[in-house]
């Protein structure tokens, strides 16, 4: 069983930046994607970012050009760094991996909340 372990989030003003990141608690774990969702209140799950196994990254509309997907190349870990950051993007955010035999894991979620 893999575990997603998430850090960071956190309460910041308009216009700031936070950090996300989540790391597979088996080492050897190897992704078919990996990436971020987020939930807001009274809304669905959206996709935030997500990477490829071949380290392709699709954002949605709304994070492209402020929020940044990254890997590490050596243990399964992903980062979400967010910049310019809008109340709109206040929601509970969590990690998501794919393995290759299909099975999806989730993250316990991380709150962020920005104010205006």
């Known amino acids: 069983q893999v575990q997603l372990v998430e850090s960071g989030g956190g309460l910041v003003q308009a216009g700031g930046s936070l950090g996300l990141s989540c790391q597979a608690s088996?080492?050897?774990?190897?992704?078919?994607?990996m990436g971020w969702y987020r939930q807001a209140p009274g809304k669905q799950r959206e996709l935030v970012a997500v990477?490829?196994?071949?380290?392709?990254?699709a954002y949605a509309d709304s994070v492209k050009g402020r929020f940044i997907l990254s890997e590490d190349n050596e243990k399964p870990m992903v980062k979400l760094q967010m910049n310019s950051l809008k109340p709109e993007d206040t929601a509970v955010y969590y990690c998501?991996?794919?393995?290759?035999?299909?099975?999806?894991?989730w993250g316990q979620g991380t709150q962020v909340t920005v104010s205006s």
């Open positions: 998501y991996a794919k393995a290759w035999s299909g099975v999806s894991y």
């Open positions: 990477i490829s196994s071949v380290r392709k990254i």
């Open positions: 088996l080492t050897t774990f190897v992704h078919n994607g």
